[in-house]
């Protein structure tokens, strides 16, 4: 398993060794003490798992509140994910990264809290797990739209083939969202 930094330093990209055979393949999602020794949490509490079809545009979701570190995966499929700094105090607020995550590759993102969160399924049918570190809050869910300009994330998909939810399409810009000190 090897484990690298990114442009935003404490987010994360995990590619597991994957064995394959005339039967098929295996790889390590998860491994307590490699994850620790990267400084990881050991304790998840909730487990949660999308299907999306081409073109579905999740995000840029955070909870304020009840900020939520995240361990993000494709399990068959690929898809765009998007991390962005939301830390004002950190030197690269505002920034973000980009990862292309599929089954086959088995690469995990880690994604720590103060950081936005946002994929597009890239293929048919596209399976994300996550782990998260703390629960679900409504009350502290924020969304900021998913092209800002500010942001400048290059898509790789156009605003009229994206298939947003509504209540995505209405995040607000990030200018004016509500972020971490």
Not at 31 to 58: C, H, I, Y
Not at 121 to 138: H, I, M, N, Q, R
Not at 156 to 162: D, F, H, I, L, R
Request: with cysteine; proline share 4%; glycine share 8%.
């Amino acid at each position: 398993m090897r484990i690298e930094e990114t442009a935003l330093g404490s987010v994360l990209v995990i590619t597991p060794d994957v064995y394959r055979d005339s039967r098929g393949a295996f790889l390590e999602t998860w491994n307590l003490r490699v994850m620790a020794e990267a400084g990881l949490p050991s304790t998840w509490v909730q487990d949660n798992f999308s299907l999306s079809k081409k073109n579905v545009l999740r995000g840029i979701h955070y909870q304020i509140g009840q900020p939520q570190g995240k361990l993000v995966r494709v399990t068959h499929g690929a898809a765009f994910d998007v991390a962005v700094d939301l830390r004002r105090s950190s030197a690269t607020c505002g920034k973000h990264i980009a990862v292309e995550l599929d089954g086959e590759s088995g690469r995990t993102l880690w994604i720590p809290a103060g950081f936005g969160h946002a994929f597009l399924a890239l293929t048919e049918v596209v399976g994300f797990a996550y782990k998260v570190t703390d629960y679900y809050s409504p009350a502290s869910e924020r969304t900021i739209v998913w092209n800002d300009p500010d942001l400048a994330i290059a898509w790789p998909v156009g605003e009229k083939e994206a298939i947003v939810s509504a209540k995505d399409q209405k995040g607000a810009p990030f200018r004016e969202a509500q972020v971490f000190a």
